[in-house]
């Protein structure tokens, strides 16, 4: 691990941001996008790195620590993540830390009392999803170091191989994105699985909000209701072939094939891997005759828990048998669908153009051919990254 001497945080000036000895020296923390920082990420990381800081103090409290450690181990989302809005509204662990935020021992070498009012409600207005990663099993003493791992929206699993993290005494030092850290660490970045919609009478009335502030109401798919997944479940016949059974196809396992295969899509700053499904299918009927070939495709999200056991720092890839049903060939013989498998990251989108899929914000598993004569039950493999059963 290679410490610089950081001027980094002096870059907080040209956002806005003054160090402050005394509540008289307020500046305004909720930037205006200029031309060269228009992106949505940009201000999104200028309020992670502002947090971080902060928390790397905040968590320097034993009963912070553990406050936040107790709320990651509810794995809300289905890994070990803090919505910091959500812990900020919190009538109990909130509170506790929104105290120690605003203290005296955190502001006097860092922002005035102002200062951190105005950043916290800066991040809930235009950094909504602001998120900590705390994993599991760690623990924290004044004698050995702790990180708080800036995590840029703009981070690639696949391009960036450094990190930058605050040590205890507040540097900042470069370490590595490619080999988890042997000091307990946290991770302040962008949260991947949770959405923001404007609460309305019928967003109300189709989907509860997991909880909404001033600003934003925030949701989470309906894969992380497992009653909701296990309805869409279908009950198969136990038939060998398709052309005696109506039921849509089954992924009834899936697996990782090494921990390298999984470090290749999703780093350990990110917790557990959320993968997502794309299938598509062309349905030969009469009316393709004439119209051309249509395409059928559905999305599925498989979610990000159970792809690994293991140490948090040995994630040995384990058999996930999630049973997710998959689309129906609807006695069609001879064709073929074609499974697309992408890991899922910051504002992760599909765009399928026929037999072409695109994708942005996430980082490609592999894909294969299932066809229609395959025996149910065979195994498909996606090079040396995934493999898949159908039933």
Not at 243 to 269: G, H, M, P, Y
Request: proline share 4%; glycine share 6%.
């Amino acid at each position: 691990m290679r410490k610089k001497i950081s001027l980094y945080t002096i870059a907080f000036l040209s956002f806005g941001l003054l160090s402050c000895e005394n509540d008289e020296n307020f500046v305004d923390v909720n930037p205006k996008p200029i031309a060269t920082q228009s992106a949505e990420s940009t201000q999104e990381g200028y309020y992670v790195q502002a947090m971080a800081e902060l928390l790397n103090k905040a968590v320097q409290n034993p009963i912070v620590f553990q406050s936040l450690q107790e709320e990651a181990a509810k794995q809300k989302d289905g890994d070990y993540d803090i919505l910091l809005a959500q812990v900020l509204e919190d009538a109990g662990n909130g509170n506790h830390l929104l105290n120690t935020l605003t203290s005296r021992s955190v502001t006097m070498s860092t922002y005035s009392t102002e200062n951190v009012a105005a950043l916290i409600d800066g991040f809930k207005k235009n950094a909504p999803l602001l998120n900590i990663y705390l994993p599991d099993g760690q623990e924290i003493d004044a004698a050995n170091d702790f990180l708080t791992v800036i995590l840029d929206p703009s981070f690639s699993d696949q391009d960036d191989h450094v990190v930058k993290a605050f040590n205890r005494q507040g540097d900042i030092i470069e370490i590595s994105a490619d080999e988890e850290p042997e000091l307990p660490y946290m991770v302040v970045g962008i949260n991947e699985r949770y959405t923001l919609k404007q609460e309305t009478a019928y967003t109300r009335s189709t989907q509860e909000a997991i909880f909404s502030n001033e600003y934003h109401s925030y949701y989470l798919p309906d894969c992380f209701n497992q009653e909701k997944v296990d309805a869409f479940i279908p009950q198969t016949r136990a038939n060998s072939y398709r052309n005696n059974r109506s039921a849509s196809d089954v992924i009834s396992r899936a697996r990782f094939k090494s921990s390298s295969a999984i470090k290749q899509v999703e780093k350990w700053l990110r917790g557990a891997p959320e993968v997502h499904l794309t299938v598509i299918y062309a349905d030969y009927s009469l009316l393709d005759i004439i119209t051309g070939p249509l395409l059928h495709n559905m999305q599925y999200n498989l979610g990000d828990n159970g792809w690994y056991k293991g140490k948090r720092r040995k994630k040995k890839p384990r058999d996930n048998f999630g049973n997710w049903y998959t689309l129906n060939w609807n006695g069609l013989q001879k064709k073929y669908m074609k499974y697309h498998f992408h890991e899922m990251d910051n504002r992760f989108k599909v765009a399928i153009n026929g037999w072409e899929i695109a994708f942005s914000g996430g980082d490609l598993i592999g894909d294969c051919k299932v066809n229609y004569a395959d025996p149910l039950g065979t195994t498909y493999h996606m090079g040396n990254m995934f493999e898949i059963d159908i039933r």
